[in-house]
């Protein structure tokens, strides 16, 4: 069961090991803050990061390759006003009204946005942003702190931009760079200065742009509807001749699957069933290998002396399996289809030609009525 207030409110979170800081440490005495700096320092109490920072940015670094842990802008970034004491946070707010304060005994209390209490004033800007650095290799995370009004304005315009492309932060390759800008701040006697300052700003990665920049040229591009075509038939190499598939002969025939397809418009007559037409000069070089009698296996061994047909051989398919449904007393094509499959076994019906099938035809419904008689 979770504890309430402790743990049924707790998002999904990578440990963070360390904070990227602008500036320099503190001064001693631990008041006031460190001189601005025109690159990043890693501050972290973990021996093994800092060591693998100093390897990955043995110099000065001014650009960091990053990508952020979670989806939206409000996950990875916040921006509070904070008042801060010796013993920690003593409130934080908006500006105006408080979402959290310190009270008298050291708890701190939250407010709901029905009983929010006037900010006290004390309060400085603080903006965190949470970024893992890939080539540390470890699913944590650091943060990227700023007191900077700057640096909030354009961190939070950034990643709203990046945001705004897949809405998602997750995996898009950053660089978080140092830039220098001129900017205006105050002078304390009611006038105001231009000075240039080291400002944090979001880039994405090269690499990524291309990507997303090509894919907004092609979904700009006009759609053009075109009408629905019929897909071809497929074409089948059955005896040197070039046939369109019909699944049903294909069925009756022993045919599997269609073999090589080709582009061709059928040349001869039309049959009930499919058209058949002599193979294309390009389509020569696919012709079935010739058979070989010594291929036939040990119980169609007896095809080998068996005589071509040519009446037969030039039957067309449809009209050779009618002849079996009438001189072989087979009861359908299908019938006779199936009988041919029976008996050939493994062996390629596609290797014999039709008078070897007739012959096996004839020779199943002979076994068929001795067995009959039997």
Known sequence: MPIVGLTDQQRSRYPEVGV???GEKRPEGGKGIGKDLSYFRMDTQDASVQKL???LYPKEPRELIITLPHRTVEENFSAWKEEWIASGLAHRCDGQFMVQQRDKKGEMVMFSDGDRKPCPGGCSIAGRLSVILPQMRRLSTVMVATSSKWDIINLTENLNALYDIKQSLMGIPIILRRVLKSISTPRGNGKR???KSWLLQLE????YVAAELEYRAHEALPRVHLPAIAAPKARIHDDHTWREWDPEVMAANGEDAPGPVIDAEPVLAETP???AHTAPAEAAAVEAPPFVADDFPEHLAYLTGVETNQEREDMEWSDFWQAA???????HSRHASNALKGAIGDHPVTSLNKSQRWAILARSQEQAGLGEEE
Do not use: S, T
Request: no cysteine; glycine share 8%; proline share 4%.
């Open 20 to 22: 990227i800081r602008k």
């Open 53 to 55: 920072w100093n390897e």
């Open 193 to 195: 200065a231009r000075q």
């Open 204 to 207: 994405a990665a090269p690499g």
């Open 273 to 275: 069933r499919r058209v």
């Open 325 to 331: 449904v009438k001189d072989l007393g087979f009861n």
